[in-house]
Nanobody
Framework: QVQLVESGGGLVQPGGSLKLSCAAS????????MYWYRQVLGKQREMVAR????????NYADFVKGRFTISRDDATNTVSLQMRSLEPEDTAVYYC????????WGQGTQVTVSS
């Protein structure tokens, strides 16, 4: 079964950190570029970060550069997003995504940044 399952979301205070994880199954993970997207209610889903196959190249949206780090572990078919210096504007549902074999989305995990 092709699946992406996110975890690690929650409530965090401004300036805090959170690490999201995404477990992949049912497709050739090591041959797939992986993405994190986020969506605020009522707004379009936007790309946060991308990591190439093998992890050699990463790309970030301007609004997270220097604060978020995407990584992957091909041994465990997992992609992670380490988020630091979180701001209230980072509040959103975060989604794991790949499209190498056709679009696959996880169910999303809620991140709320609030005092």
């Amino acid at each position: 079964q092709v699946q992406l399952v996110e975890s690690g979301g929650g409530l965090v205070q401004p300036g805090g950190s959170l690490k999201l994880s995404c477990a992949a199954s049912g497709f050739a993970f090591t041959l797939s570029a992986m993405y994190w997207y986020r969506q605020v209610l009522g707004k379009q889903r936007e790309m946060v970060a991308r990591i190439s196959t093998g992890g050699e190249r990463t790309n970030y949206a301007d609004f997270v550069k220097g604060r978020f780090t995407i990584s992957r572990d091909d041994a465990t078919n997992t992609v992670s997003l380490q988020m630091r210096s979180l701001e209230p504007e980072d509040t959103a549902v975060y989604y794991c995504h790949t499209r190498t074999w056709g679009p696959i989305w996880g169910q999303g995990t809620q991140v709320t940044v609030s005092s």
